[in-house]
């Protein structure tokens, strides 16, 4: 059976305000009964992926038709892939660039036409669901950008680090509710769904990185990479204590200074299509291909 994508297409052309950033530089306990991991069998009819941009993928070619330019969704990103290789009957991609937990349950874009809250993409049909969110929640755009230009003034020191402290660790364990209320939300909206969590693909190198082409100072980058590595590890608590599956893709080797042949995430002048700081094309196949196999389902068109 063809499958339908219910995502909404409005006219606005605005950019999200994360890829503004980086190119300047007991509703649990429903989630806890309802099926985690798929049995080798099982046929999904109906999935929906919320998310923000690691999910939507900017500039990832080709953007898909009819969806709202201000998501820059592309087709060939994850959500897409899954969908193509699970065979569904009804796909809707709800992510949406820009997105901040908040836009799951409220518009987006408020300005002219609203993008619709992307809770509203869910209802009891909704067998399958993939979460990509909390990255600008946590703001790791804009913590990008200003380690980016404090690296210009000492690229062999830590000035980034100077400047946070503790306070990107503090942002990670303050965002444990309402991430957690996200994986509460969708057990009421789903309450049957196989519900996935999916983490955000590597950034930066355990150390030292590559400046200037990615310009963070070489004793912030094992300090970023850290918070990064710590919240991914909160969302993965959080998807497990509500009983979701989590997907994780934090694979390393593979990120802004690896070779363009290698890399799934892109620097600040993408060398392969993709918007700065973002996942590109292969990358949005390594994200599939994990979620495909937790979902026992790699081996199936």
């Not at 052309?13 to 989630?31: G, I, K, M, Q």
């Not at 309402?178 to 049957?192: C, D, F, I, L, T």
């Not at 355990?206 to 070489?218: N, Y």
């Not at 980058?221 to 994780?248: I, K, P, T």
Request: proline share 7%; with cysteine.
């Amino acid at each position: 059976m063809p499958r339908t994508d219910r995502s909404t297409a409005v006219s606005e052309n605005r950019y999200p305000r994360s890829f503004h950033v980086v190119v300047s530089l007991s509703a649990a306990l429903c989630l806890t009964s309802s099926p985690v991991f798929a049995d080798e069998g099982t046929e999904f009819e109906s999935y929906t992926a919320l998310g923000d941009s690691f999910t939507s993928g900017p500039l990832i070619p080709p953007q898909a038709p009819g969806a709202d330019p201000r998501c820059l969704r592309s087709s060939a990103n994850y959500p897409n892939l899954v969908a193509d290789a699970l065979g569904v009957a009804e796909f809707t991609d709800a992510s949406c660039s820009g997105a901040v937990i908040a836009d799951l349950s409220g518009p987006q874009y408020t300005e002219l036409a609203d993008v619709p809250a992307q809770f509203d993409a869910l209802d009891t049909g909704t067998d399958l669901v993939t979460i990509g969110i909390g990255g600008n929640d946590l703001g790791f755009s804009e913590v990008f950008a200003e380690c980016a230009k404090r690296s210009l003034r000492n690229p062999l020191g830590n000035p980034c680090e100077d400047r946070y402290g503790d306070e990107l660790d503090r942002r990670v364990e303050a965002l444990r509710g309402r991430v957690a209320g996200v994986y509460a939300e969708v057990g009421e909206r789903s309450p049957g769904a196989v519900v996935v969590g999916v983490g955000y693909l590597q950034i930066l190198p355990e150390s030292r990185g590559c400046w200037p082409t990615a310009p963070i100072a070489w004793g912030d980058v094992s300090y970023l990479d850290g918070v990064q590595a710590a919240f991914n590890r909160m969302l993965e608590e959080e998807a497990r204590a509500a009983g979701a599956v989590f997907v994780d893709v934090f694979e390393r080797g593979h990120d802004v200074c690896a070779p363009a042949s290698e890399r799934w995430v892109e620097g600040l002048v993408p060398e392969n299509a993709a918007a700065p700081v973002h996942p590109n094309e292969a990358g949005m196949a390594a994200v599939s291909e994990r979620v495909l196999a937790e979902l026992g389902a790699g081996a199936r068109a």
